[in-house]
């Protein structure tokens, strides 16, 4: 159980700087529609994935601000809770000794009370979580076998440098793909006979390719089974994949050049192909994304159709807000760290503590 603990910790405050960059998005995405970045989908896009890297690198950055704050402020705290201690001694907080202890320590004990297994709910419900992310895992397995079925069963068309385009009975929906060392892009057959559909399947699919959009939906679907609960998760992974359709449809009609009616008509065509039909819904991008086509569809028929062309941010404004989002992550990781050194502050609230127990019990005597 010692063994588990940290790990356990270090979980809870990744779900925890989920939710803070969950929060953070919210806050971006409304200050993005308001300016002329509203049908600026590529530029929400990037600043999504900084927003994302930022999240990944946040243990780094949070290690970053305590090194910084101790070297600048050596007698200032970043934690909250030794925050919260030193606003307790100053008699800013107005609570018993022990009242406090105990509602600072309120995730060690929950952390304690989970691995106890004392509690028959919270066993059954931990029990239940489990189950859910290991048949999340096996159903990522299977449809990640199948892909590599119907990858391994397609005909090489095409090969370039780093992409293998390949011909397929098995689809009617046209794929792009990743394996360990190459990546591929799987069409239909019959896409042989229409030229026109030909050619606006490659350019969507080594768009995704171009953008990394692959490697960004493998993170995704990798961190499901362990975080499927987490609420802001479930709205990061949708935005993800709504801003990635609609960069997608913006970056292809603008750098290929292709009509964005007859580009729509596409769409449409292969979403009524789509909406019925399963087929392996990880591990790849797709024209169309068949669990959601309806509502995503909806929403890239009217960004081609009504959206303005937008030009592409200044970087200033790209690396200004990756760096708001890597300041606020920074400051936010920090604050929820527990600290498990004893302070002088620590130790003057444990002699307070200790005082009001010895005093409570001389009076019960």
């Known amino acids: 159980m010692t063994a588990v603990k940290p790990v356990l910790d270090a979980y809870l405050e990744m779900n925890i700087v989920l939710g803070l960059s969950a929060v953070i998005w919210l806050v971006a995405r409304t200050v993005l529609v308001r300016t002329s970045l509203r049908y600026g989908f590529v530029a929400q896009l990037r600043t999504l994935k900084a927003l994302c890297i ?6 780094l950055l949070a290690l970053g601000v305590s090194a910084l704050a101790a070297l600048a402020w050596p007698d200032r705290a970043v934690a909250l809770g030794d925050i919260a201690v030193a606003a307790y001694l100053r008699g800013d907080i107005g609570m018993p000794a022990t009242q406090f202890e105990a509602l600072l320590n309120t995730r060690e004990r929950w952390i304690d009370l989970v691995l106890s297994g004392q509690h028959p709910l919270m066993t ?3 029990i239940a979580l489990t189950l859910v992310a290991c048949l999340l895992a ?3 397995i299977r449809d990640a076998v199948a892909i590599r079925k119907t990858v391994n069963s397609s005909f090489l068309w095409r090969r370039s440098a780093c992409v293998d385009i390949r011909l397929s009975d098995r689809i009617t929906i046209p794929f792009a793909v990743r394996g360990l060392r ?3 892009v799987v069409l239909p057959s019959h896409l042989l006979d229409t030229p ?3 050619r606006f399947a490659l350019a969507h699919e080594f768009q ?8 960004w939906e493998i993170g995704f679907e990798l961190l499901r089974p362990v975080l499927f609960w987490n ?3 479930l709205m990061l992974k949708y935005q993800f994949d709504r801003l990635r359709e609609l960069a997608c449809d913006q970056s292809v009609v603008a750098r290929k050049r292709i009509n964005a009616r007859e580009y729509t008509a596409c769409l449409l065509d292969y979403c009524a192909r789509t909406v019925s039909m399963g087929r392996p819904r990880v591990l790849n991008v797709a024209l169309v994304t068949g ?3 309806k509502r995503v569809l909806r929403q890239r028929v009217i960004a081609l159709t009504d959206a303005p062309q937008v030009s592409a941010p200044l970087p200033v404004v790209f690396l200004g807000l990756t760096l708001t989002f890597a300041a606020l992550l920074a400051v936010g990781s920090a604050s929820i760290q527990q600290t498990h050194d004893w302070s002088h502050d620590r130790l003057m609230l444990s002699t307070v503590v200790n005082l009001e127990r010895l005093e409570a019990r001389n009076q019960g005597n």
């Open 54 to 59: 930022c999240v990944v690198f946040s243990p």
């Open 124 to 126: 059954i419900t931990l």
């Open 138 to 140: 096996v159903r990522a």
């Open 182 to 184: 190459r990546r591929h």
């Open 196 to 198: 026109r559909e030909l």
């Open 208 to 215: 995704h390719i171009r953008a990394g959009d692959v490697e």
């Open 231 to 233: 609420p802001a998760y």
């Open 291 to 293: 669990g959601k086509a």
